[in-house]
């Protein structure tokens, strides 16, 4: 017999295990062993540890040496204690397997009730409690879930036998010889699968074990650990434990509840109870379910006036328990003829909004430290608690997947264009914009828009990125469905939706639904997370900027704690018309004289913005990017825009389309666009620095402190960032000698070109900051582009190649050491070099702990990830990422 323990014991105030071997004994193994330390009314049984079934799996699916032998020690103990045995025709034995993984997964494994029933111990169980009818409902329940569960035979057989069996008639209303005719009914039905219901009953659980260890790699159960980034090879614990029957009749019942409302964080019991009913029948039946406190729109009685001294019991034992673990709990229990048994307690499901109400609640009630409340919020959390997400009851038909581009939910009617989305605003219908990828010609119809889906792109498209922005649901690169412009509908698998009809899109998970879907809608008190961030901003180091492009942008940035601007792309300022018609314009220009005239009218559009922002951020730091984008991507893209927008512009269609020929490039991405911009037409970023610079002036003599920093984008070589930082100051020191106005400013360049990290110390002396663009940084690193990513990645995900996006989760490993790299030899180059990011990793919390780890001052991020960056900046501190 193997010396190794693959077996620990429980019972009330006697246990071999404790809530720490949570990865040996699974969650609800672990809470089981933790309550009876306790000494609460939990059934007496055993855990078989994960252990055992990671080995199982190993061997193929063969028990280790030694399980065997102590699993009949365990059930000797059991059995002398309860004073039952399996198989006894007077005093049976009976009791539930059940499956619990370390990280918990509600629902995805399986669950035996009642084994060690067969055609003798059903007897026994009747004369026990009395009561036939009981015994043989026992049984007929036991050989249909040990048929499904164990001998995979289809729960529908059973269902149809049932009903063929009952003719219309309710179970309930069954006599006993009747229950005894459907259970033998029952087991024909396994004779008819070729093969025979166990009698045996230590193989009756012999089997169970094996069957609940199969479920832990079942088809739902291996989706779960995906979508949850849970370790597929973590195995499950099995716990044993001596049967309570909440079906054993009045007084007795079975339920669940939470020590809270995990919807608002309320304090207060919460949930649901079933009387004469026996293990999940409350999660499988909407008939007859009753709530715990007595509800103006139930009629039935409450837990609380049907079973007091039951329900006192349960809220004592709940009252216990969250105070122990210091967290709202979700807790199973049974009554059984008026006596509470608690089944397991595991910390409770809550939306984004109740985590964060729940942590603030009980450290102000003593029940949790702050470090420890701050510990207990995953950052990307809170970038929920401002949107509206959909129902966790809510029935979903997913028709189509893409990437996950912003969080948050949204239901409204089809539409392919940016214009049907202002028509649609007009009548207050919501919308859900289609594209196969979005341009600058949609920014309208996106900000009046619920949610936007393309078909293309990645993480940081034009789509996520503006998105992301405006705190609007996106799902991107959904290569899944298949648009059809010209016949007003997208393809999804089997399904056709049609412009108008309703869908529903998850940016949280990139999910696409079919129809309306019922949502909960973010609570307009934010108390608890201004109080939970302004906990976080004590313990972090690492300052939280955003990526703000207008006024708007920037006031809402400073409104969830940003400390200044990190980004603000000065491209975006040209989605508007008037901005827009400007920039195509000077960009269509065939001489000097044209392009300035051009640029003459851009000057007042970009230096009424940079006001706007400035005025925003009184005293805070404001970072903007000079032009970045290749130019062609201001120009329209599809053949049919191209005759409306050379009237626009007062040219030939042909001419317009002539410049779309030259301005073509095979690699936009690499081609004429940055600081490259700046060296073949420095009047461009001329005339944007002087409107930044005046804007400046304006707002200083205004009465604000204004403190721009000028960023050069996408530099390579030492000589670009000089002669670029020449141009600019040259240009701010002109405007603010012609407005008599003194105002510090600082130059510095964004690190995105791999180069750029490798020529740090040569590029430092010239700049005041660096500010890494981690997402051209990585896709330069890595050879990706975002805008393609979706034809191939979810195959590398598939195959296990790379779990998550580089753009979505930080690469510390291969990009990071460019980072880190630069930042030490710039600033060994130039002591003092402020050094932050402004990539969408800034609000990415594995990025986060990185950055604060390699010593950068600060990062940026799009303003609805300002919180997820400030608690994940606390993370960082504290040591938790």
Not at 230 to 237: E, H, K, L, S
Not at 271 to 299: F, M, N, T, Y
Not at 808 to 816: E, K, P, R
């Amino acid at each position: 017999m193997s010396d190794h323990r693959w077996i620990l014991s429980f019972a009330p105030g006697a246990t071999q295990g404790s809530a720490e071997l949570r990865t040996l004994l699974g969650a609800k193994g672990a809470g089981l062993h933790e309550m009876c330390r306790l000494d609460l009314p939990v059934p007496p049984g055993f855990t078989i540890t994960t252990e055992a079934c990671t080995h199982f799996f190993a061997h193929g699916e063969q028990w280790p040496a030694g399980l065997a032998e102590q699993l009949d020690v365990a059930l000797d103990a059991l059995q002398a204690a309860s004073e039952q045995r399996l198989g006894d025709a007077q005093e049976p034995l009976l009791v539930s397997v059940r499956s619990g993984a370390a990280a918990a997964m509600p629902g995805m494994m399986d669950t035996v009730l009642n084994v060690g029933l067969n055609d003798v111990t059903v007897g026994g169980l009747a004369h026990r409690s009395g009561d036939a009818r009981f015994a043989w409902d026992s049984y007929r329940r036991f050989v249909a879930m040990f048929g499904d569960v164990v001998l995979g035979i289809h729960y529908t057989r059973f269902s149809r036998a049932e009903e063929e069996f009952l003719a219309g008639r309710d179970i309930t209303g069954l006599s006993v010889e009747e229950l005894k005719a459907l259970t033998a009914r029952m087991i024909e039905v396994v004779s008819e699968y070729g093969t025979e219901f166990p009698q045996d009953p230590r193989e009756q659980l012999r089997c169970a074990v094996d069957a609940v260890f199969r479920s832990y790699n079942s088809h739902r159960a291996r989706y779960y650990r995906k979508r949850h980034g849970i370790d597929d090879d973590a195995g499950t614990a099995v716990s044993i434990q001596t049967m309570v029957f909440g079906n054993m009749g009045e007084g007795s019942g079975t339920g669940m509840c939470s020590t809270r409302n995990p919807n608002t964080g309320k304090p207060g019991l919460v949930g649901e109870w079933l009387p004469e009913a026996q293990g999940e029948d409350v999660l499988g039946k909407s008939e007859g379910i009753r709530s715990l406190l007595p509800r103006p729109d139930h009629d039935r009685p409450a837990l609380s006036e049907a079973l007091p001294h039951a329900f006192a019991a349960l809220s004592a034992a709940a009252d216990r328990l969250e105070t122990h673990f210091g967290d709202m709990q979700d807790i199973e229990f049974t009554v059984e003829r008026g006596e509470l048994f608690l089944l397991q307690t595991r910390e409770g499901g809550r939306t984004a909004q109740a985590a964060v109400q729940i942590v603030v609640d009980l450290v102000e009630e003593g029940k949790l430290t702050r470090d420890h409340g701050l510990c207990r919020i995953d950052p990307r959390q809170l970038e929920y608690v401002m949107r509206p997400v959909i129902h966790p009851t809510a029935k979903r038909k997913v028709v189509a997947r893409g990437l996950d581009a912003s969080p948050g939910a949204a239901s409204g009617r089809v539409v392919f264009e940016a214009s049907e989305c202002l028509e649609a605003h007009d009548r207050q219908e919501s919308t859900i914009l289609v594209r196969l990828e979005t341009s600058p010609e949609d920014i309208q119809g996106m900000t009046v828009a619920a949610g936007v889906l393309t078909a293309r792109g990645g993480q940081t498209s034009h789509a996520a990125v503006v998105a992301r922005g405006m705190g609007k649901p996106c799902v991107v690169g959904c290569t899944d469905i298949h648009v059809d412009y010209a016949r007003e509908l997208f393809y999804a698998g089997d399904s056709v939706v049609r412009k108008g009809d309703w869908i529903t899109i998850d940016g949280g998970t990139g999910e696409v639904l079919d129809g309306r879907v019922d949502m909960v809608e973010p609570t307009a008190d934010t108390g608890a997370l201004a109080q939970l961030l302004l906990w976080a901003d004590e313990y972090a180091r690492l300052k939280v900027r955003a990526n703000a492009d207008t006024g708007a942008d920037a006031r809402r940035a400073r409104e969830l704690g940003a400390v200044g601007v990190g980004l603000s792309r000065t491209e975006h300022m040209f989605f508007q018309p008037d901005a827009l018609r400007a920039i195509r314009r000077m960009i269509l220009a065939d001489d000097p004289r044209s392009r300035q005239r051009a640029l003459n009218d851009m000057l007042p559009i970009q230096r009424a913005m940079f006001v706007e922002l400035f005025r925003e951020m009184d005293g805070l730091p404001v970072t903007i990017r000079l032009l970045d984008p290749p130019l062609h991507e201001f120009l329209p893209s599809k053949e049919h825009d191209v005759a409306d927008v050379a009237m626009d512009l007062g040219v030939r269609p042909e001419a317009l389309l002539g410049r779309l020929q030259q301005l073509h490039e095979s690699n936009p991405m690499m081609g004429h666009r940055g600081v490259r911009i700046g060296v073949t037409t420095p009047e461009v970023y001329r005339t944007q620095v002087r409107a930044i610079f005046e804007a400046a002036c304006e707002v200083s003599r205004g009465g604000a402190s204004v403190m721009p920093e000028i960023m050069i984008p996408l530099v390579s070589i030492e000589q670009e960032i000089k002669v670029m930082r020449s141009l600019v100051a040259d240009c701010a020191e002109q405007v603010l000698a012609e407005y008599g106005v003194d105002i510090e400013y600082r130059i510095g360049t964004m690190i995105e070109v791999p180069r750029a990290a490798l020529m740090a110390a040569q590029i430092a002396p010239h700049a005041d900051f660096f500010s890494f663009g981690t997402n051209d940084l990585t896709q330069l690193s890595y050879g990706f582009s975002r805008d393609d990513m979706g034809k191939y990645f979810p195959e590398y995900q598939r195959q296990g190649l790379l779990r998550e996006s580089p753009l979505a989760v930080f690469d510390t490993q291969g990009t990071g050491q460019l980072v880190q790299m630069a930042t030490e030899t710039g600033r060994a180059a130039k002591p003092g070099l402020a050094v932050g990011i402004c990539g969408e990793h800034g609000g990415d919390p594995v990025g986060v702990g990185f950055f604060h780890d390699i010593g950068l001052d600060y990062v940026s991020c799009s303003p609805y990830r300002v919180p997820v960056a400030r608690l994940a900046a606390a993370h960082a501190a504290l040591g938790v990422l």
